[in-house]
C-alpha cells in the first residue's frame, strides 16, 4: 500500500457543472476525512467516515456537497452546480481507530479550479 | 471552539542553522494534542511532531523539537541544522481528544531554506 490516493489530482471545470473527486485511504484505515484548503490558508475540516457511515459534516459543506463512503472503502466528494468560491485544494486523510490517538495520512490533494 | 494562530506567514534560515516557527492556540479542552505538519510543494502533508497536552515534556523527533508552554497557549517548533529539503509550508494543528483525529489548522508559515 502506497498510502492515500485521490484522483484527479487536477480539475478545472466551469461555473455551474458537477465535479466528483475520489479518495482510496489506506487499505487498514477505517477512518477517512475531508478537508479544503484554499489559497494562503490550512486545511479546514468538511467531514469525516467511521467505516461506511458518515458521522460528522462541518457547516462549511453545504447543500451542493455531498460525501459517500460505500462498503467503507474508498470516498467520494462531489460538488454540484459549482462556484467560483469552490475553487481550492480538496485533501483525504485516513486514519485507524486505537488508542487515544492515531495519525491521520493525508493524500495530495485535489486542486479544483472553477472558471 | 478552537483557533489556531500562525503569526509568521513566511520564514527564512540559511542551511545549518536554526529556525523557530510560532503558534499559539485557544481552547477551552484541558485534554488535547497538538501537531506541526510539513507540506513540501505538491507533495502531501505529513506529520513532523506531536504534543499531548498532559506531558509536561517537550516533544522531539531528531532534528525536530517544540516548546509546548500549556498556560500560555504556545506551541513552537524549533528546526536545528535546517536543510534543503525542510523547505516547505508548516501547519499548527490541534485536535481535542476523543475526536476521531479531528485537526484544527493554523494559516501555515512558509519556510525557505537557503544555501
Known amino acids: 500500500d502506497t498510502g492515500v490516493s485521490q484522483d484527479p489530482r487536477h480539475k478545472i471545470t466551469k461555473r455551474g457543472q458537477n465535479v466528483t473527486f475520489r479518495c482510496d485511504p489506506i487499505s487498514e484505515h477505517n477512518r477517512l476525512y475531508w478537508y479544503r484548503q484554499t489559497l494562503g490558508q490550512g486545511p479546514e475540516f468538511l467531514t469525516y467516515f467511521q467505516n461506511e457511515a458518515q458521522l460528522e459534516k462541518s457547516r462549511l459543506l453545504s447543500d451542493r456537497f455531498s460525501a459517500e463512503r460505500p462498503k467503507g472503502s474508498f470516498s467520494t466528494l462531489e460538488i454540484q452546480r459549482t462556484e467560483q468560491g469552490d475553487s481550492a485544494m480538496y485533501l483525504c486523510a485516513s486514519s485507524w481507530t486505537g488508542g487515544a490517538w492515531t495519525e491521520a495520512f493525508f493524500g495530495q490533494g485535489t486542486r479544483l479550479t472553477v472558471v | 471552539a478552537q483557533t489556531v494562530t500562525q503569526s509568521q506567514p513566511e520564514m527564512s534560515v540559511q542551511e545549518a542553522e536554526t529556525v523557530t516557527l510560532s503558534c499559539t492556540y485557544d481552547t477551552s479542552e484541558n485534554n488535547y494534542y497538538l501537531f506541526w505538519y510539513k507540506q513540501p510543494p505538491s507533495r502531501q502533508m505529513i506529520l513532523v511532531i506531536r504534543q499531548e497536552a498532559y506531558k509536561q515534556q517537550n516533544a522531539t523527533e531528531n532534528r525536530f523539537s517544540v516548546n509546548f508552554q500549556k498556560a500560555a497557549k504556545s506551541f513552537s517548533l524549533k528546526i536545528s541544522d535546517s536543510q534543503l529539503g525542510d523547505t516547505a509550508m508548516y501547519f499548527c494543528?490541534?485536535?481535542?481528544?476523543?475526536?476521531?483525529?479531528?485537526?484544527?489548522f493554523g494559516t501555515g508559515t512558509r519556510l525557505q531554506v537557503t544555501l
Open positions: 494543528a490541534f485536535m481535542r481528544a476523543g475526536t476521531a483525529s479531528k485537526l484544527t
